[in-house]
Each structure stands twice: as structure tokens, then as C-alpha cells.
């Protein structure tokens, strides 16, 4: 029973890498169209808000709907399609694991990682019913792709059951809410990416050709914020789950383990990002950066914390 | 507004004048910049960025022997790291300089931001201002009023209901409605962040109340909560003797569950249970259990189960065959497979002090080269090797001894590495003699031993109590949009307003919104 399981697990996880790599294929396919059709003079739209903005709030239009033809490629639709294919592969493959396991499929760095990108894409996916997201395909296809490939090489290992200190429903709790929060930060990042590239073409400085069909850096920053706004409560709440069970399993709700610092730091990270929006001089670019920066602490602590660092959060079963 | 936040908070107009400053005018600018926006910023981010060391090399508080490793590794390294108290990073002067800044500053802000949230929780909506069209949201909606005011006045009476529905605070002018709404955003927020101190303070002031302590219990041995019944024992700045609840805990029974049909992971162990017989003044005593992650809670401590290891139940008799020394000795796990080193010291009743270093093996087995190993954790083949030395072991001189450790440098060797007899080997139930006409020692059972760890702590409670306020004042300061909204009758139309306090993407959404609803409504009161 158990192996037959495991074996349709790894089936699943390689199809979804191959349908991965073809969405991925296609979203970069939609994204060369769009700077070869862009037209030239789009951009300046929404140059003179900052100064009507001045002295009273925030003056916000998140622009949703752009009026361009972008969103009715077809490469991008054929992307948006494999997608979906690949993410319910993807996510049986992580069905499957946990059958095979008989428990939830996160206890070791290849589960975590194989669930991780399930759930990323998945936020992905359901986000498109809230924004029209799918310029940031490539970048959250393709950063899941060679996760999921990392990990399917060189995380690899057997179901093995659970140590006595991960046989706790907070395991179920704590780690699901971290990856959702991974989630959000991973599209903010995106955003942000996007965001930084828009700022210089908008200034003038040059850039892809199809950051004309995208928002403006001002509505990207603002669909950023929302979205890290999400992930930042999230994180706070794994936070503070991950003190409860620390307490029960370990006898202290904090004690600056490896993982906790760097929890810890993203978390800080986070707060001044959200704290640098309301800051003269950190909006814009500045606080694009620090999400990130931010992100990139979360996929350090996921990575070379989980592998290298020596702390109580062994778990990544290499 | 801008007076109480930050002078460089986004929404506050650029600053002007530079006047020149006294001594007071000094400390007052100085205090300005410690508690401006980008003075918090720039701490916070100094945080972030000085937590970063703490994880890169061990810490004093969670790894005390990776500190000593490192200092024999990296001795030169380790003392300017160590002069930097780079291993005690989370309590340095350093790190705590930036977050008691860091906190005097959300301090200086949270406070002058109370006094003008109270003033404003009290406050009527504002004057509808005079050019509704120059706001963020703004529409409008045809309206004619047919008969002189008197439809203009159900039109304002309209949108004042309708408001008034929505949760609006609404103030009704002659030809208008001002509202406002969303006051918890600022309520949230400030919870948030004197909940953010109030952690702080219990973590900081409320652990100096509390100590943990450790013992390790054999079975069938109990751990009375005295000072003197700990292995080892820490308290807190505050901790004063008398504040130790009396308990009794007896070690019944101790069970490992071994992974036995997975071939991946054969041997592993997935439970530890520490079956205990609690006793506490005033009631009857009460058999329970303890595993990894569900601790007991008893007398308001909290006792957990973080290690388990094999006691050898050990037998000494002089050569008349009387017993001299008996004890269960904890034996320390080596290895997975739990190889375990134990130490036996009998001062007394034989013709000299002796001393024994043991190895056990609860499976045991034979390497490549030879030497002895445990291949299986559980008991399976059992064996016991004793290396023995006589001599002088300098517990007669009064100065505390380890009874993990052995000094064997001044011990002469008379089994085992040293000497010209083998070690001494014994399974359970067998008895052996001691080198030179010593006398004999004898295994008769093998146990189990818990590590127990007895942890008190009062401000526990408190600290997840702010937790909790952290999340709710998160919550409603980030997702409670506060917004001002007007409703004006103008010649021929309606206008509807909006004006965002604060992030507020569903602004414009909610603007337009509250028109089609009005115009709705109005239509419906005009026609009936």
C-alpha cells in the first residue's frame, strides 16, 4: 500500500515539473508578446497624483483593469491552463504523500518543499479571483519549478514516522500558516520585483518592453502592500503558535533557537516594511527593496537555516 | 491629525522652520528624532540586522557546549567575538540598547497618539467641506428637487440613515451629511503596539519570578520539589526558595515505542511515556502520564520529559558476600542506538576505594575492528563492560565531584584500557568478580531513567495574553479601513465623497457603493 502511494507521489511531482515547465514556457512566451506589441507611449499615466496627494491621505487607485489587450494572449491563457494542470498534479502529489505517511505532508525538507510550492502556486491561482496577477506567472512558475526540482533531487527521503516532537497538532497549524504567510510574501516579492523595474521605466531609464502592458509602480507598490499585508499576519500568527508549541515540546516559549531568530528577523523585516510606507522618503523603491530583502530572509531561513544551522528545528531529515 | 503622529509620517506636511534651540529646545529635538518615524524604522530594521550574528554562532543560553567547542576551535576568534559578547548576543548591552530604544520610542509615539485617539473617539465628523470634488473618492448622482427644500431634506435625512446603517459616526448640516467611521483602526493600532510592550515587560520583569531546575528519575524513584531533590537548578533574578509549590512526582514506569514494520526507519523511536504517580498536599495521590509535547502541569509548574536513558541496577559485595553498595545508576546515551556511559564510585566497604567507568549496550554487537557497539535501542542482548580502578577518589576531600565523571589520572588501572586484565562484562543477572580479591559486583536489572525538566514560570500567561492583543490590534488596525464620507445636495445633483485615514484601497469601491444604495433608497422614499 505504502510504497505503490509513494511511488504515485513521485509520478505526480515529475508530471507537474514537466507541466510546470511548459506554463512557465508559455507565461514567458506571453511576456515577449507583450513588449513586442507594447505601444511606446504608456507610460507617465500617473505622474501627476503625487502632487494633487500631498496634503491630504493617501490617494490610491489601485489600477486593476488595464486597458490593454495583454490579458487576452493566448500564451497566456494556454500558461494560466497548464498551470492549473500542473498545481492539481502538484497538489495530489502532496495528497499523496500524506496517505502514504498517514499524517500531513510537511516533516522533512522534501515534504516541506513539495507542499511549499503546492501552496504558493495555489495562492497563486485562487489570487487571480481577487487581481488580475498573472504578469507575475514566470516568476512564482519558475521560482516553484526549481524548488521543486531542488528538492525532488537532493531533499529526497523515505516516509519515515513522525519523532516524538513533531506528533503535535501545532505541527499541522504552525507549519500550514508559515507556508501560507511564504505564500503572500512570495507574490509581494513579485510585485515588488515588478514594481522596482516599473519605478525605473517610468523615470525614464529603460527596461523590458512589456512593463508597458503591467500597472504602475505606484499600483503594483499598493498590490504589494496589500498582499505582504496578508503574509505579515500570517507570519505573526506562526510566530506566536510556534512559542505555544515551543512551550509544550521544549519547555520554552522562546529561547533565540537558529530558526526562532530568523523568524524573528523576517517578522522585524516585515514590520519595517509596513512601518516604511508611512515613512517620508522610504515610500516607493525604498520600501520595494525591503520586501524584497524580506523574502529573501524567509527563503534563507528556509533553506540554509533548515540545512546548515545548527539548532532544536532539525527536521529536514538529510 | 499631524500633530500626533511623527513629523515625518507620510501624511504630515513637510516641516519648515528651523528656529534656534536651547538646551531644553535641544532635548526636545532630540526626542523628536528618537521618536520620529524614521528613527523607529531605522531600529527596527538595526534589529533585524543585529539578531543576524546570534544565529551564526552558538549561543551561552541554548548551546553552552557549542560555545566551548568553538572557543577550542576558533580560540583566537572567541575572544574578540566573546569581548563583543557575541554569544550571549539576545541579552549584549548592544542588542538590548537597540530594542529599549526601539521601545522608548514606540513608547513616545503610542503615547501622545492615545491622547489624540481619546480626543477624536469623543469628537463630532467634521464640517462637510466646501469642494467635494477635490477629494480622492468622488461621484456624483443627477438630482432635481421638485418641491423647493423639502426633497433636499429627505435626501440628506436619506444618506444620514443609510450611514448611520454602515456604522458611520454622521453629523447632518443643512444640506449635507458628513461621516466617519473606522475609529477601531486606530484602537487596533494602539493595542498592537502597547501590546508589543506589555510582551516586553512580561518576558523581561515577569521571568525573574520563575527558575526551571533538572533531575533525572530512575524508576521506581520519586523527585520531590526541594531544592536540594534538583540535579541542577536555575532561578530567576526575583526567585526566591519559599516559592517552590511542594509536589511529588514517583517514576512508575518509563516506555519507549520503537518503529518496527517501517524498513526505512526500523528502531526509531516514535514515543517516550514517563508514567507518574503525583502526590500533592491535600489530595489523593494520582497516576499520570508525561510525553514530548504534552508536559505535566502540577502546582503551577509544568514538568517536561527532554531525555531518557538506561539505569543499571548495580550489586557490590565485599568477599563475605555482603552488600556494600547498591544503586541504580543513570548511564548517559552516547548514540542513537543508546551506547551509554555510566559511572560507579564505591568509597566505602572494600579493602580500597573503587571506581568504574561502564560502557552499555542495550543491543549489543561487534564492529569491523572488533570494539563493542549498541546496533538497536531497545534491549535485546544487553551488556554491561566495566573498566575498574582503585585508589583515592577524592570524595573524602569535601570538594563537590560530578557523579557523571571520573577523574582516572590518579586511579590506578586494575581492568580493562591500562591494566593487564580484560574489562569486566556482565548481561542481567550475572555476577562477576572484582580484580584482586576485591569482592564481586552484580547486574540485576536494567531501567529506566527520565530527564525531567521542572520549569516555573508566572509571566507565561502574560506574555500570551499580549500575544493575543498583538494579533487582534494587528488585525483591526490593518484590515478596519478609516474613512470620512459626505453626501451633499448641490444644484441638480448629489454628491458623495470620500476621504481615506490611512491605507485604504476599497476607498473609492465604498464611495460609489454608498451612492447607488442612496440614489436607490431616495428614489423609493420619493416615490412612496
Known amino acids: 500500500m505504502t510504497p505503490s502511494l509513494v511511488t504515485f507521489s513521485l509520478i505526480a511531482v515529475y508530471s507537474a515539473m514537466a507541466v510546470y515547465t511548459l506554463a512557465f514556457i508559455a507565461f514567458t512566451v506571453d511576456l515577449a508578446k507583450r513588449s513586442s506589441a507594447a505601444p511606446v507611449a504608456v507610460a507617465a499615466t500617473t505622474a501627476s497624483s503625487s502632487a494633487a496627494g500631498r496634503a491630504t491621505a493617501l490617494l490610491e487607485r489601485v489600477v486593476t483593469d488595464q486597458p490593454l489587450a495583454a490579458g487576452r494572449s493566448r500564451a497566456l491563457k494556454a500558461a494560466m491552463a497548464l498551470t492549473t494542470i500542473g498545481w492539481a498534479l502538484h497538489a495530489s502529489a502532496a495528497l499523496f504523500r500524506g496517505l502514504a505517511a498517514g499524517r500531513v505532508p510537511w516533516a522533512n525538507m522534501f515534504e516541506f518543499s513539495l507542499t511549499a510550492t503546492a501552496i504558493i502556486v495555489g495562492v497563486f491561482l485562487a489570487v487571480q479571483f481577487w487581481q488580475d496577477l498573472r504578469f507575475l506567472g514566470a516568476f512564482i512558475v519558475g521560482f516553484c519549478l526549481i524548488l521543486l526540482g531542488l528538492a525532488s533531487v537532493n531533499f529526497y527521503v523515505d516516509v519515515i514516522p513522525l519523532p516524538d516532537a513533531l506528533q503535535s497538532a501545532w505541527l499541522v497549524i504552525h507549519v500550514f500558516v508559515a507556508i501560507l504567510g511564504t505564500s503572500f510574501f512570495a507574490l509581494g516579492a513579485g510585485l515588488s520585483v515588478t514594481q522596482l523595474l516599473q519605478a525605473r521605466r517610468e523615470a525614464g531609464r529603460g527596461g523590458p518592453g512589456f512593463l508597458a502592458t503591467l500597472p504602475s509602480a505606484e499600483a503594483l507598490e499598493n498590490l504589494a502592500y496589500r498582499v505582504i499585508l496578508i503574509g505579515f499576519v500570517f507570519w505573526t500568527f506562526t510566530l506566536i503558535a510556534g512559542a505555544v508549541w515551543a512551550e509544550r515540546a521544549w519547555g520554552r516559549y522562546w529561547g533565540w533557537d537558529t530558526k526562532e531568530v530568523w523568524t524573528f528577523i523576517i517578522w522585524t523585516i516585515f514590520a519595517g516594511y509596513i512601518h516604511a510606507r508611512a515613512t517620508r522618503g522610504w515610500r516607493g523603491s525604498r520600501s520595494a527593496v525591503l520586501a524584497i530583502i524580506g523574502f529573501s530572509a524567509v527563503m534563507f531561513n528556509f533553506t540554509v537555516v533548515n540545512l546548515f544551522f545548527k539548532g532544536l528545528h532539525a527536521y529536514s531529515g538529510l | 491629525m499631524s500633530s500626533s503622529r511623527p513629523s515625518d509620517h507620510y501624511d504630515s506636511p513637510e516641516p519648515i522652520a528651523q528656529p534656534k534651540l536651547g538646551v531644553g529646545g535641544y532635548l526636545r529635538f532630540f526626542w523628536r528624532q528618537l521618536t520620529s518615524m524614521r528613527t523607529a524604522l531605522f531600529l527596527l530594521l538595526l534589529l533585524a540586522f543585529a539578531a543576524i550574528p546570534g544565529s551564526l554562532v552558538p549561543q551561552r543560553s541554548s548551546d553552552p557546549n557549542g560555545v566551548v567547542q568553538y572557543s577550542t576551535e576558533n580560540p583566537d576568534l572567541y575572544k574578540v567575538l566573546d569581548w563583543f559578547g557575541v554569544f550571549n548576543t539576545y541579552g549584549s548591552v548592544w542588542f538590548s540598547a537597540i530594542y529599549l530604544l526601539l521601545f522608548v520610542s514606540l513608547i513616545g509615539c503610542v503615547i501622545p497618539r492615545t491622547r489624540h485617539h481619546f480626543i477624536a473617539l469623543r469628537a463630532r ?188 541496577t548495580l550489586v557490590v559485595r565485599d568477599p563475605d558476600g555482603n552488600v556494600v553498595w547498591t544503586d541504580s545508576v543513570p548511564f548517559l546515551p552516547q548514540d542513537a542506538n543508546l551506547t551509554s556511559v555510566g559511572v560507579i564510585k564505591v568509597p566505602d566497604g572494600l579493602a580500597e576505594q573503587v571506581g568504574m567507568v561502564g560502557f552499555f549496550y542495550p543491543t549489543a554487537a561487534e564492529t569491523g575492528s572488533g570494539a563493542l557497539t549498541s546496533a538497536y535501542p531497545d534491549l535485546v542482548v544487553p551488556l554491561l563492560t566495566l573498566r575498574v580502578y582503585t585508589g583515592d577518589l577524592g570524595l573524602n576531600a569535601g570538594e563537590p565531584r560530578s557523579v557523571y565523571a571520573l577523574d582516572v589520572a590518579t586511579l590506578t588501572p586494575v581492568a580493562g584500557k591500562g591494566s593487564d586484565l580484560p574489562s569486566l562484562e556482565l548481561s542481567p543477572g550475572e555476577k562477576v568478580d572484582l580484580p584482586n580479591g576485591l569482592g564481586s559486583i552484580e547486574l540485576t536489572d536494567v531501567k529506566r531513567f527520565a530527564s525531567l525538566d521542572i520549569h516555573h514560570d508566572p509571566s507565561q500567561v502574560w506574555v500570551l495574553a499580549f500575544a493575543l492583543l498583538v494579533v487582534a490590534g494587528l488585525l483591526t488596525s490593518l484590515f478596519i479601513p478609516r474613512r470620512r464620507v459626505w453626501v451633499k445636495v448641490v444644484a441638480g445633483s448629489i454628491e458623495y465623497a470620500g476621504l481615506a485615514r490611512g491605507e485604504d484601497p476599497t476607498l473609492e469601491a465604498a464611495v460609489e457603493d454608498l451612492a447607488q444604495k442612496h440614489a436607490a433608497a431616495l428614489s423609493l422614499r420619493l416615490k412612496s
Do not use: M, W
Open chain 2, 125 to 312: 465628523p467634521p464640517k462637510t467641506p466646501a469642494r467635494l470634488e477635490r477629494l480622492a473618492a468622488f461621484t456624483s448622482r443627477p438630482f432635481v428637487a421638485n418641491t423647493g427644500t423639502a426633497d433636499a431634506a429627505t435626501a440628506v435625512d436619506t444618506a444620514a440613515r443609510l450611514l448611520k446603517k454602515q456604522g458611520y459616526r454622521i453629523e447632518v448640516f443643512d444640506d449635507s451629511v458628513s461621516a466617519e467611521r473606522g475609529y477601531l483602526r486606530e484602537t487596533g493600532n494602539l493595542v498592537f503596539h502597547t501590546a508589543l510592550i506589555g510582551v516586553l515587560i512580561s518576558v523581561g520583569v515577569g521571568g525573574g519570578f520563575g527558575y526551571t531546575g533538572q533531575r533525572v528519575v530512575v524508576e521506581g524513584q520519586k523527585f520531590v520539589n526541594v531544592l536540594g531533590d534538583y540535579d541542577s537548578f536555575n532561578p530567576g533574578r526575583f526567585f526566591s526558595g519559599d516559592a517552590l509549590d511542594p509536589f511529588r512526582i514517583a517514576l512508575d514506569k518509563f516506555t519507549v515505542k520503537y518503529e518496527l514494520e517501517n524498513q526505512d526507519a526500523i528502531g526509531q523511536a516514535t514515543n517516550f511515556t514517563a508514567s507518574v504517580t503525583t502526590t500533592e498536599p491535600g489530595s489523593d495521590p494520582r497516576q499520570t502520564e508525561i510525553k514530548v509535547n504534552s508536559p505535566l502541569d502540577i502546582g503551577g509548574s509544568q514538568v517536561y520529559l527532554l531525555g531518557n536513558g538506561y539505569a543499571p
